[in-house]
C-alpha cells in the first residue's frame, strides 16, 4: 500500500521555463519501512534551496512520509527548444547527483534533450 501511495507523488515537479534553483529529494514511509522513491523539485521563486525542500518535505510528510535532501543545483528550462540542462550545486545540501535527477527529467519530458554537468553554479 505505502507503494502505490508514493507512486502518486510526482517524480518531477519545475517551472516551466528559466533558470532557477532545484532538490534532489528521496521519498520514503515514515519510520523508513518500505521502497524509497527520488523526486525532483525547482522553481524560480526560491531564494535559497532550503526554500524548496523545506516546502516540499512539509507538504509530502502531511501524507506520512519522510524526505531527505539529496543535494541541489540549478535547472535551465527552455520550453520552446525543449531542452532542460541540470548543473551546478547547493551551499547548504551540496551537488545533488546530476545523473539521478537528468533521468527523472528524461521521464518526464522524453521529446527533450535534458543534458548535466558538474560544473557551473
Known amino acids: 500500500m ?4 508514493l507512486s502518486g507523488i510526482p517524480s518531477v515537479d519545475i517551472d516551466p521555463d528559466g533558470v ?24 524560480a521563486w526560491a531564494e535559497y534551496h532550503a526554500d524548496i525542500y523545506d516546502k516540499t518535505a ?7 512520509y519522510d524526505c531527505e535532501c539529496l543535494g541541489g543545483g540549478r535547472i ?15 551551499v547548504g545540501f551540496g551537488q545533488a ?5 537528468t533521468k527523472l527529467l528524461k521521464d518526464e519530458y522524453p521529446d527533450y534533450a535534458v543534458t548535466w554537468a558538474d560544473e557551473g553554479y
Open 2 to 5: 505505502a507503494a502505490e501511495q
Open 20 to 43: 532557477f534553483k532545484y532538490v534532489l529529494i528521496r521519498v520514503r514511509p515514515a519510520r523508513g519501512h518500505g521502497p524509497a522513491r527520488d523526486i525532483v523539485r525547482g522553481y
Open 58 to 64: 512539509a507538504e509530502i510528510e502531511k501524507q506520512g
Open 76 to 90: 535551465s528550462h527552455q520550453s520552446k527548444e525543449k531542452k532542460i540542462h541540470v548543473y551546478g550545486y547547493s
Open 97 to 101: 547527483k546530476h545523473s539521478v535527477s
